[in-house]
Every structure is written in structure tokens, then in C-alpha cells.
């Protein structure tokens, strides 16, 4: 599922999620194409959410995901109105180096711990971007050589950490 192809908002705090003695606690009440995808994970016992980072967090359209699938079973005493924890794996691909991850990977892991078990999380770090880096104006950091031997060298390790995230997602 990739978030880019719906039209849907982040939460509005409409409370309707946790309405005393409401039919629809737990669940998100707002009618967009994130509806569904909020139902189908309903019944998963897992998810991974992939996002680039973008301006040092993940993508406004995943962050609007996570509000929506966090807020639906708070009620400010802990999780409620949950029938069980999902297991979470994160993916996250960014320009800056490895040091970078830490901050952004650890944040997350405690914000999806509140209410569900975050089981790991892979980063792709120094990604190519693009192929043709001589079309843009993307300067000298792009440093389109040294990119490039990283997605032949790094980037199959990445993917098969990858894998292993999902292995251990779904054990
Ligand atoms: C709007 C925007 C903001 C970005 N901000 C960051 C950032 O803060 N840190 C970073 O490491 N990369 C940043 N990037 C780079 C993206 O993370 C990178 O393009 C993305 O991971 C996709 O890489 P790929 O196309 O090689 O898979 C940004 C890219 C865009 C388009």
C-alpha cells in the first residue's frame, strides 16, 4: 500500500474514536481513503511502515498515517479500546549518514511502543536519489560517484536487512 496514491488527512482530534459508552471506539470515524487501510490492519497482527525522511521525520503523509492509527486507541490513561498490540517494523531511507538514524529511528520506536511492540527498524542511509544527477540542481553534496558504489555495494545489504525485518515481523 503506498500512502502517495490516497487523498486522506491526519487526525482531527474529533474525539469520536473515544466517545463514553460510543459505538466507535478504537476506530477512526473520518470517511477518507485511509478508512480501509485503517479496517485491513483492524484484523493484521503486524505492520511495517516504509517512509524516506524528510526535513529530519518521516514523510507528512506517514506521519499523517501514524496519527490516525495511534490516536484511535488513546485515551490519555494508556492504550485502550485495543483487542491486541500489532507488531511494528519501520523502514526509512534518507540522504544523511548512518549518525543521523538514531534520533529519528528512536523517537519512533518509543511512540509506536506506547500502544503497540516495535520489533525493529532498518534504514537505507546516503541513498542514490536519482540516476541522472547531472539533470538537477542538487550541487556537490549529491556526490553522484560515491552514491552510486554505495547502491551497488550497500544497498543489496540494506535489502536484506530488509528481508530480515520482515521475517522477524512476522514470526
Ligand atoms: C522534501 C525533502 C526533504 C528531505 N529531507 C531530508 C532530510 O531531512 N534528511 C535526509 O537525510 N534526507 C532528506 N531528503 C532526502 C530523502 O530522504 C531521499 O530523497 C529519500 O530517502 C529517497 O531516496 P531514494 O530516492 O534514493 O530512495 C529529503 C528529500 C525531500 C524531497
Redesign the pocket.
Known amino acids: 500500500m503506498n500512502l502517495y496514491d490516497l487523498k486522506f488527512s491526519g487526525c482531527k482530534s474529533c474525539f469520536a474514536c473515544k466517545v463514553k459508552g460510543g459505538k466507535n471506539n478504537g476506530d477512526c470515524v473520518v470517511n477518507d481513503d485511509l478508512k480501509p487501510v485503517l479496517q485491513a490492519i483492524d484484523s493484521a497482527d503486524a505492520v511495517i511502515l516504509g517512509s ?5 521525520d518521516i514523510t507528512a503523509e506517514s506521519r499523517a498515517f501514524f496519527e490516525r492509527f495511534m490516536f484511535q486507541v488513546l485515551n490519555y490513561e494508556g492504550p485502550a479500546f485495543m483487542d491486541s498490540k500489532k507488531k511494528i517494523g519501520c523502514i526509512y ?4 549518514p548512518e549518525s ?1 538514524v538514531a534520533d529519528i529511528a528512536g523517537k519512533y520506536e518509543m511512540l509506536f511502543g506506547l500502544f503497540h511492540q516495535h520489533v525493529g527498524y532498518v534504514a ?2 546516503e ?4 540516476d541522472k544527477y547531472d539533470r538537477f540542481y542538487v550541487g556537490d553534496a549529491a556526490n553522484e560517484a560515491y552514491k552510486k558504489q554505495r547502491r551497488e555495494t550497500v544497498w543489496p545489504e540494506t535489502m536484506e536487512q530488509a528481508y530480515e525485518l520482515g521475517k522477524k515481523v512476522a514470526s
Do not use: C
Not at 524516506?52 to 529530519?56: A, L, W
Not at 531511507?93 to 544523511?96: E, G, K, V, W, Y
Open positions: 524516506p525522511i524528510y526535513f529530519g531511507t534518507m540522504n544523511a543521523y537505507a542511509t541513498t542514490l536519489q536519482s
